[in-house]
């Protein structure tokens, strides 16, 4: 998810009662170029793999 939408996530989850997993990337996404959208992934990685071993 991308930092843009920390407010949105929020608000769902204690509307529903559910506290997501959710790493948040820098936004925008849409204007990056290949290499700066891979380089957002591979700093992102390690958090997914936290959450994915954690659960």
Not at 9 to 26: H, I, M, N, W
Not at 34 to 54: G, P, T
């Amino acid at each position: 998810m991308t930092t843009e939408f920390v407010d949105g996530v929020t608000a769902q989850s204690d509307a529903l009662g559910f506290e997501p997993a959710v790493v948040y990337v820098p936004h925008p996404i849409q204007n990056r170029t290949k290499a700066e959208v891979e380089e957002i992934a591979d700093r992102a990685f390690a958090q997914v793999m936290a959450m994915l071993k954690s659960a």
